[in-house]
């Protein structure tokens, strides 16, 4: 991990760290919690704006989900620049749906979470594993799929799993990429890979149809608690890397102070 940034925005808010090759975990919901999208117009603007984002970021976008009220994405960033990402991403679409309605104002509510998620070129993460499976199965959370009254986790579209895991790759958008997810489960871009990858959750969606489909621990770190308050997904290897990058970030800061001021 190198060319690190961590970013302060208020004491009490959570940190940003920005590297080339980080994995995030990205949450953002509608102010007040209402709907940020309103029909099927608005989430194909938001895929066109998140592609457009990636193209200018160079993003890679492992999975997502979009509900009415918010969105999930797993996202890889090549390059150190979250930030700008999400912030050219929400505004972009914030006007976008304000002009569609004739509204104004905020479409967002607060700031988008972003956790750091422990990651590598080949998925070999149980955490990343995890992160994928909680996204494709929020619409079973949601009560939106169950397989057992014939509603399959494909019945939603609004998902990676049918843009991006049920088809082949010359048909995905050049920004979902579908390898390392598929990899971490130790599947192949294949037709049978893909079948899989698909039929394991939908098998666990039928057996844990609810709330609590798709959540789960890793040492005693729930994914969802982690997103309502923590800033890193991973071993506690991750975490000691990280507060290293962040004390030689605020090592260098103290010291351009110093000699700023001498």
Known sequence: MSEVAIIFQGMARQLRIEFCGAFYHVMARGDRREDIFLDKEDREDFLVTLGRSCEKTGWLVHAWVLMSNHYHLVVETPQANLVDGMRWLQSTYTRRFNLRHGLWGHVFGGRYKAVVVEADANGRSDYFATLLDYVHLNPVRAGLSNPKKGMGLLSYQWSSLV????????????????????????????TAGRRRFIERLENWAGEEVGVQCGVSEIEGQGLQSTLRRGWYWGSQALKDLLMNYKKAEMQKARNRNYQSST
């Open 163 to 190: 843009y991006g895991y049920g088809i082949a790759p010359g048909r995905r958008s050049a920004w979902m990429t579908c390898q390392i997810g598929l990899q971490t489960f130790g599947l192949r871009d294949t």
